[in-house]
């Protein structure tokens, strides 16, 4: 305790404010990476109709927020160390912290134990990489090690802030003729990765360094994956600004960088649909040449019933193909916002979903079901918050997710199982769909359009929706138009 009484502690770089977090990213250091480059005419010439839009969109760092804060158990005997942990890859974590002891590998174990869930880097390996130095301090004694709750909100690697920018341009017939997109983010993963990546090894007295980022190539992707638009589009340039240092410790958080590019790319959607007079469903269809993509699209909104809102509520639609080669995924659903405290509450979600043969399609709709509440959580209530100096938000009072009250009403997911087909990464598919028909919903009760996660309805913002574009998708898809 002496020793904890006479430490020193300094302070940190100054952090940006929050509300400047978009353009610190964006003002950033940066390698432009060109993802796609597909151009017939120039944008400016195709926009010389008038009717082209600009928009950005943002969403703020993110936890993983466990329930359960880290532990792991450890024990060192005979010159060999176990360590119990519920890290997503004992394999590189065995590999680490080897490193980081100056250990062989082989006489170090790291065993799977069940913990909460969080989908990503939480603070689960940087607690068996505690536990791990302890236990060297004590042969023979295991040593478990539990995080705080303030330790895990404030300690953890998050999932990136992120910033969108979406230029387009529609051609006399209403169809995108020109599309320009460019994200600024990380690379979102930092494991599997040497010793440095961990925190206890970061502070040692002979400290390893923290590895430097670098871009997951695609189709894969990090900060860019799903960024480039599935949609037929003749001119279309989509740019990655890959930001190497952020202000905050950030790694993996489920679908990385295809929630925000997902998000934006169908909100995006849905403005350039208003901007044409289309429905927003029959606009997609208009630009999918996929027959399977356009299979999960109208499946999603036959099963929804899409049509005109009613008063005070609204309704919006997103689609996906996450990573641009594993499974489809349509969302339909309707939100309520209250007039007088602008709070925003999902009703009924409908999802289709095409992984391919489906072998346990249970097991799919599980999958879509929990990307449907989490990203419900990330896009109307998560925020991580900081000042200059340190991250405040280290409990559930500063930092909230979804609570039982905020789950929607009800969720639907419809499986397409495709016999003999190949089998498509289901898991992380919804997340993007679901915070954009949310949006997309938003925007159609009230007339505003947010564009920044989570959103935050000013309630004297709330105006009325425009349901007229909702009344041309059945009667085209019984014509057989889409």
């Given at each position: 305790m002496r020793t904890l009484a006479s430490a020193r502690w300094a302070p940190g770089p100054t952090l940006?404010?929050?509300?400047?977090?978009?353009?610190?990213?964006?003002?950033?250091?940066?390698?432009?990476?060109?993802?796609?480059?597909?151009?017939?005419?120039?944008?400016?010439?195709?926009?010389?109709?008038?009717?082209?839009?600009d928009a950005q969109y943002a969403r703020?760092?993110?936890?993983?927020?466990?329930?359960?804060?880290?532990?792991?158990?450890?024990?060192?005997?005979?010159?060999?160390?176990?360590?119990?942990?519920?890290?997503?890859?004992?394999?590189?974590?065995?590999?680490?912290?080897?490193?980081?002891?100056?250990?062989?590998a082989e006489r170090v174990r790291c065993v799977h134990a069940e913990g909460s869930g969080c989908y990503g880097q939480d603070g689960a390996d940087d607690a068996a990489a505690d536990a791990a130095l302890l236990a060297r301090a004590v042969p023979g004694r295991p040593v478990r090690v539990q995080w705080m709750r303030e330790q895990e909100q404030q300690w953890e690697p998050y999932?990136?802030?992120?910033?969108?920018?979406?230029?387009?341009?529609?051609?006399?017939?209403?169809?995108?003729?020109?599309?320009?997109?460019?994200?600024?983010?990380?690379?979102?993963?930092?494991r599997p990765g040497p010793a440095g990546v961990l925190l206890a090894a970061q502070a040692l007295a002979d400290p390893f360094e923290p590895p430097p980022p670098h871009p997951i190539p695609m189709p894969e992707g990090g900060g860019d994956r799903n960024s480039v638009p599935i949609y037929r589009?003749?001119?279309?340039?989509v740019v990655y600004h890959f930001v190497p240092s952020m202000p905050l410790r950030v790694s993996a958080l489920r679908s990385l960088g295809a929630h925000l590019n997902v998000f934006a790319i169908e909100s995006f959607m849905d403005e350039l649909a208003s901007a044409a007079g289309a429905d927003p469903v029959a606009f997609r269809l208009d630009h999918l040449d996929d027959p399977r993509a356009r299979d999960v699209v109208r499946l999603?909104?036959?099963?929804?019933?899409?049509?005109?809102?009613?008063p005070g509520s609204g309704r919006g639609f997103a689609f996906a193909r996450y990573k641009n080669l594993a499974a489809y995924c349509a969302i339909a659903l309707d939100v309520s916002v209250d007039r007088d405290s602008g709070r925003i509450k999902v009703g009924r979600v409908v999802a289709a979903v095409d992984s391919g043969q489906a072998v346990n399609p249970d097991g799919i709709r599980n999958q879509v079901e929990g990307a449907i509440v989490q990203a419900t959580s990330w896009?109307?209530?998560?925020?991580?918050?900081?000042?200059?100096?340190?991250v405040t938000s280290r409990d559930w009072s500063g930092y909230p997710i979804l609570r039982f009250d905020a789950v929607p009403a009800?969720?639907?997911?419809?499986?397409?199982?495709?016999?003999?087909?190949?089998?498509?990464?289901?898991?992380?598919?919804?997340q993007g769909p679901a915070s954009a028909a949310i949006a997309n919903a938003v925007a159609d009760a009230t007339g505003t359009r947010l564009r920044e996660m989570p959103l935050r309805?000013?309630?004297?913002?709330?105006?009325?929706?425009?349901?007229?574009?909702?009344?041309?998708?059945?009667?085209?898809?019984?014509?057989?138009?889409?």
């Open positions: 940006p404010r929050p509300g400047e977090i978009t353009a610190t990213l964006q003002q950033m250091p940066a390698e432009d990476i060109v993802v796609l480059d597909r151009r017939e005419r120039v944008l400016a010439d195709v926009g010389a109709t008038g009717r082209s839009l703020p760092y993110l936890a993983h927020g466990p329930i359960g804060p880290s532990c792991a158990v450890a024990r060192f005997d005979s010159g060999e160390l176990t360590v119990w942990t519920h890290s997503q890859g004992v394999f590189p974590l065995r590999a680490a912290i080897a490193e980081m002891l100056r250990m062989p999932g990136p802030a992120m910033v969108a920018g979406a230029r387009g341009a529609l051609d006399r017939a209403g169809r995108i003729a020109a599309w320009d997109y460019q994200v600024w983010s990380n690379t979102h993963a930092r589009i003749p001119n279309a340039r999603a909104a036959e099963r929804f019933g899409w049509s005109a809102a009613p896009t109307l209530f998560e925020r991580v918050a900081f000042d200059p100096e340190r009800s969720v639907a997911v419809h499986v397409i199982d495709r016999p003999g087909a190949p089998y498509l990464g289901t898991g992380e598919c919804g309805m000013p309630a004297q913002r709330i105006s009325g929706g425009r349901p007229e574009r909702r009344s041309t998708f059945h009667r085209r898809a019984a014509a057989g138009m889409i």
